[in-house]
């Protein structure tokens, strides 16, 4: 069966400090990954996603940027953390069809202070 | 641009009642739907999958429904119980590519 794993489960960083955020699937060969941020009170923004290795599409111009270094795993990096930055952030993935559905890691709670 | 609406933001039913959940989206050039459930501080759990050519699914206590002409879903919950209490989310996905919109949930309350 399949699996997605995300770490760290929390984080608080400071403001102007990096950030990396893992997300590795397990089960599946060449998914479509996905990362959203769901912020207090709002639904869940789609930031990037991912139809292979090296391929990245951008959602939402912003100081995040995601690489995939690896068919199953998808890293969400910044440079310089923002006050805004914070929020739960959601890695997901599917089987690269159109007709399949969607699954979602348990996520990593990010507080910049 | 898609926008999914949710309606009501927040549902508190007594133990053992059926309710509906509703979800809709203006724009029905859609592949799919996906009702999902979300649980405090935790990730998204997927509960059904519609297909844009389906009417309707169901899994045990739960039956959702698609509407894709008038842009509307329905989640179904029969005999709740307070296990069901969490928030309900659903998502479309566009039919032209991997971008999914998601509503802004419902929360739902069952009072034992």
């Known amino acids: 069966s399949q699996t997605i794993h995300q770490w760290p489960a929390t984080l608080v960083q400071p403001v102007g400090s990096p950030l990396s955020l893992e997300c590795t699937v397990e089960g599946t060969s060449n998914p479509n990954l996905y990362w959203y941020r769901q912020a207090a009170g709002r639904g869940l923004q789609l930031l990037f996603y991912?139809?292979?290795?090296?391929?990245i599409s951008s959602e939402v111009p912003q100081n995040l940027s995601a690489s995939r270094p690896q068919d199953r795993q998808f890293i969400l990096s910044s440079k310089k953390l923002l006050l805004s930055d914070s929020g739960f952030y959601l890695c997901?993935?599917?089987?690269?069809?159109?007709?399949?559905?969607?699954?979602f890691g348990p996520g990593t709670r990010l507080t910049v202070l | 641009k898609q926008e999914v609406t949710q309606i009501p933001a927040a549902l508190s039913v007594p133990e053992g009642e059926n309710l509906v959940l509703n979800c809709s989206f203006t724009?029905?050039?859609?592949?799919?739907l996906q009702w999902f459930r979300q649980d405090p501080g935790k990730g998204l759990t997927s509960l059904l999958l519609i297909q844009s050519s389906q009417r309707e699914q169901t899994s045990g206590r739960l039956n959702a429904s698609l509407d894709k002409s008038s842009g509307r879903s329905t989640l179904y919950i029969a005999a709740s119980q307070p296990g069901d209490s969490a928030t309900y989310l659903c998502a479309v996905r566009h039919s032209t590519g991997n971008q999914f919109y998601f509503g802004t949930g419902t929360s739902l309350t069952v009072i034992p």
């Open positions: 997901a993935w599917d089987a690269g069809f159109a007709y399949n559905e969607q699954f």
């Open positions: 724009d029905s050039a859609i592949y799919n």
């Open positions: 991912s139809v292979g290795i090296g391929q």
